[in-house]
């Protein structure tokens, strides 16, 4: 059953904390992405990777860091220096770039520092 | 720059009656386009992309969108509306690279 899974659903940190967040695919997708979303924002792109052992920052990269070590597993980071780390967090792949081709996200991980 | 504009944060309707989305977006060559729907506490959902042909396309659960390139829109659409599509509703632009840009998304509350 083909898919990407996130996890854990619920995080809980203490503030001043590293966090890491697990996304693993078994699409055999190239590309993967971690979007952050807030209430009334939308989604806003935080990595992304275009292939193993590569990957770019997006427009909100400050306060996080990524590792792209194997095809299947994108895990995020989420480290003291975010001020405002408290968030719903998405991971989505795409097959890969130059086609047509829509990206695929998993449940998502609920993140509460306090 | 690539934009995205949904331009509804909030919309009501009654189950039975007929649904529009909007989405409006810059882009200087054609894009693609795409909705998907995102109930509470879970991942996005696609519902139908548009990446060339014919500009009126066909999704799951039965919406449909139109692609126009004049009013540059591509609005969700849906006859009769369900008590099951209350949910949030985000348009997103790609490019054939690696960067989507997505709506800040339109909440649907069904009224029954």
């Known amino acids: 059953d083909g898919g990407i899974t996130q996890s854990p659903k619920y995080l809980f940190r203490k503030e001043g904390q590293n966090v890491t967040l697990s996304c693993e695919q078994n699409?055999?997708?190239?590309?993967m992405y971690w979007y952050r979303q807030d209430p009334g924002q939308g989604l806003r792109l935080i990595y992304y990777s275009q292939i193993v052992n590569d990957f770019q920052k997006g427009d909100i990269a400050e306060g996080y860091s990524v590792s792209r070590e194997k095809k299947e597993s994108f895990p995020l980071t989420v480290t003291s220096a975010q001020k405002n780390p408290t968030a719903f967090y998405l991971c989505a792949t795409l097959r890969s770039a130059g086609g047509p081709y829509e990206q695929y996200f998993g449940p998502g991980t609920r993140l509460t520092v306090t | 720059a690539q934009s995205v504009t949904q331009p509804d944060i909030h919309i009501t309707v009654s189950e039975g009656a007929s649904l529009e989305l909007r989405c409006n977006y810059s882009?200087?060559?054609?894009?693609?386009l795409f909705w998907y729907v995102q109930s509470p506490g879970q991942g996005l959902q696609l519902l139908l992309k548009y990446f060339s042909g014919d500009t009126l396309v066909q999704g799951i659960k039965g919406f449909e969108a139109e692609f126009k390139r004049s009013q540059s829109s591509f609005n969700l659409r849906k006859p009769s509306v369900h008590w099951s599509d209350a949910a949030e509703y985000f348009c997103?632009?790609?490019?054939?690279?690696?960067?989507?840009?997505f709506g800040t998304g339109t909440r649907l509350k069904v009224l029954a």
């Open positions: 699409l055999n997708h190239d590309a």
């Open positions: 882009y200087g060559a054609t894009p693609y």
């Open positions: 997103a632009v790609g490019s054939g690279t690696y960067k989507y840009i």
